[in-house]
């Protein structure tokens, strides 16, 4: 080999490995940069976290508050795992946001469940007219959506009105086939009970109405709620007062809780939740009645932001016959323990071994 032919040590030192990176020449026929997969992702894992902060950095000094602060939510821990500097930090976001939403000040509560207390609820379902103003009130109290439109209406209480019905021996042959009321017995086509089709919105003129009897329906914090053993994030869980919380910033929106429920007591906001600035009620806690957005479920929550205060809930206040009562179970001079030892009392679908606290009684 000729010395024209065999390189010099110098050229080969000089010549750039594949691992190198080379400047961009700005003929296009020129070679481009060249660089190995390692020095690639070190590069592009360099370029996105800079690239995070660096939109944190502007987000926060620019004049968009409402950026900023959504931005900060978006990496904020499960409230359950916060320390209590970060729950108190995310609070006062919520707080500042709101308030600029509302135009109004807008308190967010973080007060949390207090020993030797355990939350319960009694019905007298005798006493119920009907009236749905324990629904109304609860709507009002709690920032549900009030929306016209499909999805948009969100009520956590539902009164069911059924028809009274009685069964008669004269009807007993009066079924299908006709005159032997094997298949169908005649007393079908009476009403005995049952829950009428679209009776879960009735509108009547006065109440109670006659020959009906009214069943309210909410969520019951079971014991053994069957909606958080199914969430795959643990956005919902219960509190040590027995209330089953949500914690709105961590729902996914999956609706796996609201398959588990045997209540029908969870709702779902389909679209963004409509509520008007001069009906939004400022006084909220974390997880009860902040405002909702649009993706997440909700439910009744016994009013934390009242009961946590030694107030009762909504629903109870507002009822003009008395047939709600709210106490501690642990108290046995509680209105709620005084009647479960003197009344008649049932649970609602107690064989799913659900154990409620919301209880049903009679005199």
Known sequence: MSPKENPSADSVKDKPSQCQTQLASADPSAPGITTSR????KAGGALSMSSLMGAAALMGQSGDVEAAIEWAEHFQKNYRLMTPEEKAEARARLERRYSAEYDKKVSVDGTESQPGVLMGYALNIRKCIGCRRC????????????GSKPGQRIEWIQVLRMERGEFSQDKMDHGYPEGLGIQVGGNAYTPAGQVLEGQYFYEPEAVPEKDATYMPIAC???EKPPCVKVCPVRTTFREGDGVVVIDYNWCIGCKMCMNACPYWARRFNLTTPVLPKEEMNPVTHYMGNRPRMRGVVEKCHWCLQRTRHSRYPACVEVCPVGARKFG???DPESEVSLILARKNVFRLKAEYNTFPKFFYFYD
């Not at 390692?38 to 992702?41: A, C, E, G, I, V």
């Open 38 to 41: 390692r020095s690639f992702l």
């Open 135 to 146: 629904v109304k009130a609860c709507v009002e109290e709690n920032n549900q959506s009030r």
């Open 220 to 222: 019951m914090q079971c």
């Open 328 to 330: 501690n179970l642990l």
